[in-house]
């Protein structure tokens, strides 16, 4: 776990803090709301604890929110390797043409 710790960034390490306490408000005000109500869905009624949809509604957010998180980092880093290959396609052209105008001077 330190090994973790110690190869985060500080903005890294912050957002993993922030989302520890973050979690932590939500898991005691669930706790705190253990009052049975009524979800319907669709054609169903289900009694079902207030914690329990509070922990539900807020898994679900952080999923989709990993998830969106996720897709853009990696279409970032497909952009960056397109980028990675247009330098190197552009270094080889360059070393060429600069061989041939050192040819070209002698």
């Known amino acids: 776990m330190k090994e973790y710790w110690n190869d985060l960034s500080s903005a890294q390490k912050i957002k993993l803090v922030l989302r520890i306490i973050l979690g932590l408000l939500a898991l005691i005000f669930a706790v705190q709301n253990w009052q049975m109500t009524e979800v ?4 169903y009624k289900i009694p079902l604890p207030l914690t329990i949809i509070i922990v539900l509604c807020v898994t679900v957010g952080f999923a989709l929110a ?27 052209s360059e070393n060429a043409e600069d061989g041939k105008e050192r040819t070209s001077l002698y």
Do not use: C, P
């Not at 319907?40 to 054609?43: A, E, N």
């Not at 952009?79 to 330098?87: A, G, Q, V």
């Open 40 to 43: 319907v869905l669709v054609f």
């Open 66 to 92: 990993s998830i969106f998180d996720y897709r853009k980092f990696k279409l970032k880093n497909k952009e960056i390797e397109d980028l990675k290959t247009k330098i190197t396609n552009l270094g080889v």
